[in-house]
């Protein structure tokens, strides 16, 4: 079993702003594989794909996303999903937007919603996709900015990186991850 989050906070105030890049581009994995996200349970929303006898799980974390990780932790534990067959989607400040950044591991960066995986999991060894946002302009208050819009010349670019990023979540079924990440990096 496999099981990929996106990361962003529910609810129609937080859609299509750069903190929410990660459920842009779980909405583009749920289209590509025709799958729907109805099950709400263990503190998300989640469907699940058939890849032969491999069930892939497909989650939006509904804890906001400071709390991601009780969402994470909860269904992994109860499916019995390892660590190494989780891949997070998530906005990075320190990216350009645009540019997406595939890793097998490392710190939280700052990242609030992967500290709490962190934290849930006890690990920080699971792959993630780095979708970039870029930084805010000086004096811009960093939660001001990952919870605003994107400029239209941006939302063009973030267009085109949450696509590229649900086109390597779709290799990820059929690759290991570091194939995908050579593809993709």
Same mark, same amino acid.
């Given at each position: ?20 890049? &990660?459920?842009?581009? !779980?909405?583009?994995?749920? *289209?590509?594989?025709?799958? @729907? ?6 503190? /998300? =929303? ?63 960066? &700052?990242?609030?919603? !992967?500290?709490?995986?962190? *934290?849930?999991?006890?690990? @920080? ?6 979708? /970039? =946002? ?52």
């Amino acid at each position: 079993m496999k099981l990929v989050v996106g990361l962003g906070n529910p609810g129609k105030k937080y859609e299509r702003t750069r903190h929410n890049i &990660g459920f842009d581009v !779980i909405d583009r994995v749920q *289209q590509k594989w025709m799958i @729907d996200l109805s099950e709400q349970k263990f503190k /998300g =929303i989640y469907g699940v794909e058939r890849n032969g006898t491999e069930k892939i799980f497909v989650l939006k974390p509904l804890t906001y996303m400071n709390l991601s990780g009780e969402s994470v932790g909860q269904l992994m534990k109860y499916f019995q999903i390892s660590v190494e067959d989780l891949v997070v989607i998530y906005d990075d400040l320190d990216l350009p937007p645009g540019k997406i950044r595939l890793r097998q591991k490392g710190s939280h960066g &700052g990242h609030n919603g !992967i500290k709490s995986i962190i *934290q849930h999991l006890g690990t @920080d060894q699971f792959n993630r996709i780095r979708v /970039g =946002i870029g930084r805010p302009d000086p004096g811009q208050a960093v939660p001001d900015y990952v919870l605003g819009r994107f400029s239209p010349d941006d939302q063009k670019k973030m267009d085109e990186a949450a696509e590229q990023a649900a086109e390597a979540v779709d290799c990820w079924k059929e690759e290991p991850f570091l194939q995908v990440m050579n593809k993709f990096n």
